[in-house]
């Protein structure tokens, strides 16, 4: 039986995509942009478009279905991830795998838009699989600009460290989950294998480029005011700045060895991701 990929065009989904695909299962992907999928994925997989902003167009892609990869970004995560969950109910899906946060644990910022959105499902009582993930590694491409233009990445987490992750880390364990049909009800918070300061993150991307990246401390005014000057929503601007804040404070460091418990091996580590995007730093 089929297994529904949303978010399937972005960076996550994709990958989780061709890691099924590896294995030998076809999925289906839910895709707002069927061309963008089709030019992704070829003959690959089957489309079906639609918009999780009106979860009734979900309700094609579910029908026959065995399991649902739930992603969705920003405020509006908890009713719509209420709402594609309803869907998926009557469809009778047998296991959700919500793409969540590890901020949940603190009930933090971007993660509490998602522990609402856990709520929903767990209340629902269709088995579920939350992955948390850490800070994105391919978060630190925000700085490629100021990286660029003066070797210096500005931010407000100070000294406080996180333990980003690869998203093929990430879609590595989303696919083992979707394809074995385990880890049902638990939570899986994933990181990757050192928890680092901006300023060690900095370096790290200095060594891979060839030339010094230096990290300076700015207070949470000012990060707000030049992550508002990128066109996030209010909303978000007040989300990430609590969520460096949070970092900034030491309750967003922590380790975990997940991904070696569900992979067999360990997760990448920031040199190797700084190598493999040197690029967009130079
Ligand atoms: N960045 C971090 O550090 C971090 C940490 C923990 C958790 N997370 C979570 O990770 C998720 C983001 O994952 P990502 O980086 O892989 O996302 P991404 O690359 O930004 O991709 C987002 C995907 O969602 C699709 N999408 C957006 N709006 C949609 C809609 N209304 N209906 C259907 N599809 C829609 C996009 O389709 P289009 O191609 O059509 O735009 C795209 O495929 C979020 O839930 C975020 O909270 C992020």
Redesign the pocket.
Known sequence: MSIVI????????SKVVEHLLLQGIRPRVF???AA?ARSLFGERVDIFAG???DASSLRPALEGARALFL???GPRIPVLDAAATEVAGAAGIRHIVK?S?IDVEQNLA?GAW?EKGEAAIRTSGIPFTFVR????MS?LLAWAPSIRREGMIRSSAGDGRRAFIH?ADIAAVVARVLATSGYLGESLSITGPEALTFAEAATKIGEAIGRPVKFQTIGDEEAGERFAATGAPIEEVAAHVALWRGIREGRLGMVTDTVERVLGRKPVRLDQWAQENAAAFC
């Open positions: 949303t978010g399937a065009t972005g960076d996550v989904g895709v707002r942009n963008k918009d999780l902003t992603l969705y970004s793409l946060s971007i998602h993930p850490t800070g994105f978060n998203s």
